[in-house]
C-alpha cells in the first residue's frame, strides 16, 4: 500500500481484557516496529522486526505484551490481561533494511483501558 | 533516565522568521540522529536527519547543526511558515544501524508559527 496502515484507529477496552493491534506495513518494506506514546511523551520502542523474526524486543515492558509477523508483512501486537497504564497511542513504522529516510509511521491506534 | 532531551516543551515564531528546535543528547555512542514532525492525530513524519561523522546537513528550508563536543543539534526552519506549525521530535540510534536501527525519541516540541 501507500503507507503504513494500522488499525483500530481507536480502541476501548476494559481492564483485563486481551487487545490485538494490527499494522500493514508498506509493501518491500522488511523492516517493522512497534512504537508506544503516552502523553506528553516522545514514541517509546517496543520490538523490531527483520523479516519474521524479532530482531530486537528490548522495549517491551512486560510478559503480557507480545508481537508476530508470521508472514514477514502484517504485523500484530498483542497485550494481555489490559491494564489502565497501557493506555496510550500504538505507532508502527516500516522500513527498507538500510538507508538514511528513516521509518515511516503509520497514523496509530489509540488504546483506552477504562 | 532520559537519553535524548527537548528542553523546549513549546516555541512561538512569526511567519518568515526562523525557528530554532534544540535538543541535547548524552549517549556518546548514538551515531545518527533524525527530526520528525508531528501533526494531531497522524504518525510522525521523517524530516531530515545527519549521520554523527557530519556537522550540518540541509535541505531546502530545513538545516539540522551537530555539535558532537556539546552533545547538541538544533534544527533551523527557514523561513518559517504557518504550515510548519506541528510537533517536532529529535530522535537518535546507536550500534550502526543508521535511521532504520531502534530509535530514542525526545519529549517534542511544540512550535506554533503565527501569521
Known amino acids: 500500500g501507500a503507507g503504513v496502515s494500522q488499525t483500530p484507529s481507536n480502541k476501548v477496552t476494559e481492564k483485563g481484557k486481551y487487545v490485538e493491534l494490527r499494522c500493514d506495513p508498506i509493501?518491500?518494506?522488511?523492516?517493522l516496529y512497534w512504537y508506544r506514546q503516552s502523553l506528553g511523551q516522545g514514541p517509546e520502542f517496543l520490538i523490531y522486526?527483520?523479516?519474521?523474526?524479532?530482531?530486537?524486543d528490548s522495549g517491551l515492558p512486560n510478559d503480557r505484551f507480545f508481537a508476530v509477523r508470521p508472514e514477514g508483512s502484517v504485523s500484530t501486537l498483542k497485550i494481555q490481561r489490559t491494564e489502565r497504564g497501557d493506555s496510550a497511542v500504538y505507532l508502527c513504522?516500516?522500513?527498507?533494511?538500510?538507508?538514511?529516510?528513516?521509518?515511516?509511521f503509520g497514523s496509530g491506534t489509540r488504546l483506552t483501558v477504562v | 533516565d532520559q537519553q535524548v532531551k527537548q528542553n523546549s516543551p513549546s516555541l512561538s515564531v512569526q511567519e518568515g522568521r526562523i525557528s530554532i528546535l534544540n535538543c541535547d543528547y548524552t549517549?556518546?555512542?548514538?551515531?545518527?540522529f533524525l527530526w520528525y514532525k508531528k501533526y494531531p492525530a497522524e504518525g510522525p513524519t521523517f524530516l531530515i536527519s545527519?549521520?554523527?561523522?557530519?556537522d550540518k546537513n540541509e535541505d531546502g528550508r530545513f538545516t539540522v547543526f551537530l555539535n558532537k563536543s556539546a552533545k547538541h543539534l538544533s534544527l533551523h526552519i527557514v523561513p518559517s511558515q504557518p504550515g510548519d506549525s506541528a510537533v517536532y521530535f529529535c530522535?537518535?540510534?546507536?550500534?550502526?544501524?543508521?535511521?532504520?536501527?531502534?530509535?530514542?525519541f525526545g519529549t517534542g516540541t511544540l512550535l506554533a508559527v503565527q501569521p
Open positions: 513504522a516500516s522500513s527498507r533494511p538500510a538507508g538514511a529516510g528513516g521509518y515511516t
Open positions: 509493501s518491500g518494506h522488511t523492516a
Open positions: 522486526f527483520q523479516g519474521t523474526g524479532a530482531a530486537d
Open positions: 549517549n556518546s555512542m548514538f551515531d545518527y
Open positions: 545527519i549521520s554523527s561523522i557530519k
Open positions: 530522535a537518535a540510534s546507536g550500534t550502526g544501524g543508521g535511521a532504520t536501527n531502534k530509535l530514542i
